[in-house]
């Protein structure tokens, strides 16, 4: 039935892996093939992703080796972000449910961990630290820099880690998410296939903000993961 819970198999992990890394290859590709077009400032992040492309790929590559990890595969949101939310009096509503718009409507369709839309709202929070950073350097010019970063930089942790806490605790006692070390493993998987897909999407649509999801896959490369399950 399509609202089904599915089980996770064992032989899911391998799956996530093979589809994580054609999507990684993809964007380290297209990374590659667009860099020299890159100001400076973004070709040496970009640089220092293509440096590190063959370790971040080795990350998925591990996920085979999980075991027992539990959880369903459900119907997901599949593109959540704090753009598909809207805020009434007394409650939350959520829209735009036609996923990711990049990718295939086989994968838009397919079930998920839940752990794919908490990584894309960890995500989210990472872009609107980095909106917060245009909007001050366009709009008050005599801030300092290195303030209004680190002001972002917390503020991201904060949210990130509130909106963790928060959800791990609404879902206790469920049966959707992962348990065990796996979880965390499978979220930062989540989260750097997110930062690659975001490299894909940005190239298309807004090379201007190129420095969001290749700051995001920095923070993998330097082992800085803002947002992920500390509680492990």
């Keep these: 039935m399509p609202l089904t819970a599915e089980p996770i198999t064992p032989e899911y992990p391998a799956t996530l892996a093979d589809a994580f890394t054609a999507q990684a290859q993809l964007s380290l590709g ?33 996920l085979p080796e999980l075991n027992g990890i539990g959880g369903n595969r459900i119907r997901c949101h599949g593109d959540y972000h704090l753009g598909q939310v809207l805020r009434t009096e007394d409650d939350f509503l959520l829209i735009d449910f036609e996923g990711e718009p990049i990718r295939s409507l086989a994968e838009r369709r397919r079930k998920q961990l839940p752990l ?5 709202m960890l995500r989210c929070f990472s872009y609107a630290a980095h909106t917060a950073l245009i909007v001050a350097s366009r709009e008050i010019p005599a801030v300092d820099p290195a303030t209004v970063e680190q002001q972002a930089r917390t503020w991201e942790a904060w949210v990130a880690a ?16 992962p348990t065990g070390p796996a979880r965390s ?34 923070g993998f490369i330097e082992y800085r993961h803002h947002g992920t399950l500390q509680e492990r």
């Design 30 to 62: 297209l990374l590659a093939n667009r860099s020299a077009s890159l100001t400076e400032d973004v070709k040496a992040q970009a640089d220092a992703v293509l440096a590190a492309g063959p370790a971040l790929l080795q990350r998925f590559q591990s």
């Design 116 to 120: 794919k839309d908490v990584a894309g």
């Design 162 to 177: 509130t909106f963790l806490t928060t959800y791990l605790k609404t879902a206790e006692g469920g049966t959707f998410l």
């Design 185 to 218: 493993v499978l979220l930062d998987a989540f989260l750097l296939d997110k930062a690659f897909y975001e490299l894909q999407y940005e190239f298309n649509n807004r090379p201007d903000w190129l420095h969001i999801p290749l700051a995001g896959i920095i």
